[in-house]
């Protein structure tokens, strides 16, 4: 909310010796938080000039430019001089202006040399241009910072102001404007009348109400007809008449500076009233275009199917949830949000009916989101406004009109419904002591809910507060509590540390999580976070089936993009949006982690319930909540492309490869102590002949391996990407926290090496198991060469391993290790057939 400074004083009567700064610092710790304090930025010697002459002179260009002689004042006038005939021109400053939309007499805005104009970002000089030295500039009011067309000069009213007066006190320029901002729960200090009565409190100075001085006093009878079908949705409804107002008077000056400070352009005479008198008083109204209005107004549910063309002319269609007005013809608005195309006013508009009303705030709020209208009236009606203000901010508009657009306003108004009445809320006398360890008295919480505006009764040891209609946010003693807090000052409340619990440290589960944080770290791998959002671009860039499991997602009511409506089946997909990031950005080499959650929807979804906030939900109701959410495995993920082992001076780098991928898992299971088989299968995204599956307890808990390579080509990708996922919580569960002790014999190890010719399809990983259980002499068993070649038989292929052996008791003899590599081969030939190459 931007406040003029200049106009929050109209309402409250500050210390003249106030400063901005100090203003807004009041106002933060009041709540308001500031965002910024604007100023013009204009510095320097800008005037008001009266042109004394005006020459046009063609150019060969085409253009035709103005050399004018301009009366800035005795302070800043040249001395006479004489034109080329010998005649002696009056004193002045000769200045060329390529504008046309003045005559000699006008009043004009004159930047002198020194001058410094923020919409121009340089310091105005006298230079020599066609022919002549320009001595200043003639301003236009975009030059200004304010309304106006950038290719005339603004020409200021007769008797504004004399030659010489200075044009940034005449303009307003010299006004500060507070951009402050304002919390959802405070709708009232989106209007000068609700932050000026939170200066006079925070100040202690007198209020001066803006809705007090509008005189509301009508005849009897009713205005505009109006029905209300929906008193729930629209408890208050007002309309007021105006005739014979003259849409061609342009809006004053002072409006337009007013509503530019502010943050509003300025549109048309009618429209800017009723901005201003939103921004004044905090009320949103409308105005219609009597003569296109036919026959009375309804406020009623949309039907569905129905559409209207909003004043953005944008064609909606209608949902039943939204509350309409509208006339014969059907909508003509979307109450509290945006009106309808049909019955704008606009320049032949001299009839005009006002609407000001109160809606229902949610009813407000879910249409605005619905039809993606974030409008200043919606903003302000779906947070709650004042709902006893229709009346006088429906007469303050007229009457404006009137004043202004030379309309008469009717002496009737119609008024629909009453404002809710305001909720009774009981509380102690001490209550706003205990909660905020603040000393503060009856008195104190009193006085501080009067200057709100609340009406206060004390029984004893209770209070009973009736909250004003403008403050709809005061619902239950804590709310009270804060308010009165908020007068007594934030500053007060002591900074006292609660003593800290006694702790019970890590869990299980956060111990291992934080091992497996410290693996991953210490294989290079770089740890993002990325939103948990996808959409069917992402499975259709992976390679999924359409009738892949990892489709199904977990749609969200209001998601941030319409292209990720979801949540997330797997971490890959924030992961490689993350990676064409980082390459995008020059980095080739990139090895890249990450440890979250994925969304699983379960079939048999039920509704969730709602239970109310007074009590902590039971074990019985959070079981009832487990039931209905998704499954939220936490998973962890990781890319790597580019270099695995760097290029440098000891020698060339090695680049990633699938098994790079697969040994960072397995090493993240060996410091869980987790036994994991790997298989290989055919999954997307990976490559179908190089990727593997990590089973645990027979149940598939990951995959790893090589990216295939149209899904690299889908993103951007280079070749030969390798990516892994498992399921961390599975792992974790699996974990005994503490591993079995490790057996150390203190004597020499013997080392043999085997090679084993077998079928091509033998995996690697089941004979590396078969052989390093051969024998209870056999400490591991490595493979350290993969053969395929002439030397080996169609579909065969040679798998070498180095075997380490080692007894607990005593140094092995050549007869164990004969007898121990022995049995190593046999159990390869029972098992996979292996013949052992020599």
Request: glycine share 10%; aromatic share 4%; hydrophobic share 40%.
């Amino acid at each position: 909310m931007r406040v003029p400074v200049e106009w929050l004083r109209q309402y409250v009567d500050l210390p003249d010796d106030l400063s901005t700064e100090a203003l807004a610092a009041r106002l933060t710790a009041f709540d308001l938080k500031l965002e910024e304090i604007i100023g013009s930025g204009i510095s320097g010697p800008l005037t008001v000039g009266r042109v004394l002459t005006l020459v046009g002179e063609p150019q060969k260009n085409g253009k035709t430019i103005n050399w004018c002689r301009v009366d800035v004042g005795a302070a800043h006038n040249d001395p006479p001089v004489s034109d080329p005939d010998g005649v002696e021109m009056a004193a002045g400053r000769g200045i060329v202006c390529g504008a046309h939309n003045f005559v000699v007499g006008d009043l004009v805005v004159v930047s002198l040399p020194g001058t410094v104009l923020p919409a121009l970002g340089f310091e105005i000089t006298a230079r020599k241009t066609y022919g002549h030295v320009s001595d200043g500039m003639i301003c236009s009011g975009a030059e200004l910072g304010l309304a106006g067309d950038a290719d005339g000069i603004m020409v200021l009213e007769p008797g504004t102001a004399e030659p010489g007066d200075d044009a940034i006190v005449l303009l307003g320029l010299d006004g500060d404007v507070l951009d402050l901002e304002v919390n959802p729960d405070r709708a009232y200090a989106l209007s000068l009348r609700g932050v000026a009565r939170d200066s006079a409190i925070a100040f202690d100075v007198p209020f001066h109400d803006p809705a007090d001085t509008v005189d509301e006093v009508v005849s009897t009878g009713t205005s505009y007809p109006v029905r209300v079908e929906d008193a729930f949705a629209a408890p208050v409804f007002v309309t007021r008449e105006i005739t014979g107002f003259d849409p061609s008077r342009p809006s004053p000056g002072w409006l337009v500076r007013r509503l530019e400070q502010a943050g509003m352009r300025s549109i048309s005479l009618a429209v800017d009233i009723s901005n201003y008198v939103m921004l004044e008083l905090g009320q949103p109204n409308h105005a219609y275009d009597r003569a296109k209005l036919r026959g009375g107004i309804v406020v009623r549910r949309a039907v569905e199917g129905e559409k209207i063309t909003t004043l953005d002319d944008v064609v909606r269609t209608l949902d039943p949830d939204d509350l309409l007005i509208t006339d014969d013809r059907g909508p003509i608005g979307i109450a509290g949000v945006m009106g309808s195309a049909d019955v704008e006013i606009d320049g032949t508009t001299t009839d005009i009916v006002i609407e000001s009303a109160y809606f229902d705030p949610k009813t407000i709020f879910r249409a605005a989101r619905r039809h993606r209208i974030p409008s200043e009236a919606s903003k302000r009606n779906e947070r709650g406004i004042d709902s006893s203000l229709q009346p006088r901010a429906a007469t303050r508009v007229a009457q404006l009109m009137a004043e202004l657009g030379g309309g008469v306003v009717s002496g009737t108004m119609t008024v629909v419904g009453e404002s809710p009445a305001s909720p009774h809320i009981r509380l102690r006398v001490d209550l706003p002591s205990r909660v905020t360890g603040v000393e503060i008295d009856a008195v104190a919480s009193v006085e501080a809910l009067e200057a709100n505006g609340c009406s206060v009764e004390m029984d004893h040891e209770w209070l009973t507060v009736t909250p004003p209609p403008w403050r709809p946010d005061l619902t239950d003693p804590y709310d009270v509590v804060e308010e009165v807090l908020r007068v007594v000052g934030y500053d007060k409340v002591p900074s006292i540390l609660p003593p800290a619990p006694a702790g019970r440290g890590l869990t299980k589960a956060q111990k291992l999580r934080r091992r497996v944080g410290n693996v991953l770290a210490g294989d290079g791998l770089i740890e993002v976070k990325t939103f948990p959002f996808a959409g069917e671009a992402d499975w259709d860039r992976m390679g999924l089936l359409p009738d892949d499991v990892r489709r199904t997602q977990v749609l969200l009511e209001n998601p941030l993009s319409a292209e990720e409506p979801g949540m997330t089946t797997t971490v890959l997909t924030g992961l490689l949006r993350s990676l064409v990031l980082n390459i995008g950005r020059g980095h080739s080499d990139v090895s890249i982690v990450e440890t979250g959650r994925v969304f699983l929807p379960r079939s048999d979804v039920a509704t969730a319930p709602i239970y109310g906030v007074a009590d902590r939900p039971g074990p019985g109701e959070f079981a009832v909540f487990d039931a209905v959410l998704p499954a939220q495995p936490l998973h962890v993920g990781l890319l790597m492309s580019g270099e695995r082992v760097r290029t440098g001076w000891a020698g060339p780098g090695r680049h990633v490869m699938w098994a790079d991928a697969v040994a960072v898992v397995q090493h993240v299971a060996e410091v869980l102590h987790v036994d994991l088989a790997v298989e290989q299968v055919q999954l997307a995204p990976w490559h179908p002949g190089r990727c593997a599956a990590f089973v645990l307890d027979g149940v598939t808990i990951g995959h790893a391996g090589e990216l295939h390579p149209r899904v690299l080509k889908a993103y951007g990708l280079p070749a030969r990407v390798v990516a892994a996922e498992v399921d961390l919580d599975a792992l974790v569960d699996a974990s005994p926290e503490i591993g079995p002790r490790p057996d150390f014999s203190a004597f020499p190890v013997a080392k043999e090496d085997l090679a084993l010719v077998v079928d091509g399809s033998v995996l690697s990983g089941d004979l590396q198991a078969v052989l390093a259980g051969a024998s209870t002499l056999i400490e591991s068993a490595r493979l350290f060469d993969v053969y395929t070649g002439d030397q080996v038989p169609a579909g065969k292929k040679s798998l070498a391993f180095a075997l380490r052996l080692r007894a607990p008791d005593r140094t092995l003899t050549e007869e164990d290790i004969r007898g121990a590599r022995e049995a190593a081969v046999d159990a390869a030939r029972r098992v996979s057939g292996a013949i052992l190459r020599t």
